[in-house]
């Protein structure tokens, strides 16, 4: 966790464009194939819920989703 404060290129698999699910809104359960350029070649898969610094936002979500939810 304080590495994904450290680090603001961090985020989930589910939010993030390279993550070959052909849903519009995948969930942190769902398992895909990650299409990184960088990254294909292992040839992935990985759990919504799973993340890197790889990550790109994926089309039609606001940054703010991966924001930690505050908790009072
Ligand atoms: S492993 Fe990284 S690049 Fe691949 S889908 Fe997940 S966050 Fe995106």
Same mark, same amino acid.
Request: aromatic share 8%.
């Given at each position: 966790? +304080?590495k994904?404060?450290?680090?603001k290129?961090? %985020?989930?698999?589910?939010?993030?464009?390279?993550?070959d699910?052909?849903?519009?809104?995948?969930?942190?359960?769902? +398992?895909?194939a990650?299409?990184?350029?960088s990254?294909s070649?292992?040839?992935?898969?990985?759990? %919504?819920?799973?993340?890197c610094? %790889?990550? +790109?936002?994926?089309? %039609?979500l606001?940054?703010?989703?991966?924001?930690?939810?505050?908790?009072?």
């Amino acid at each position: 966790m +304080e590495k994904r404060k450290q680090d603001k290129k961090w %985020g989930h698999c589910s939010h993030c464009k390279y993550f070959d699910s052909p849903a519009k809104a995948p969930l942190d359960g769902e +398992e895909a194939a990650c299409m990184q350029p960088s990254l294909s070649k292992f040839s992935l898969r990985v759990f %919504g819920t799973c993340g890197c610094n %790889g990550f +790109e936002l994926r089309a %039609g979500l606001s940054r703010a989703i991966e924001e930690p939810a505050l908790r009072v």
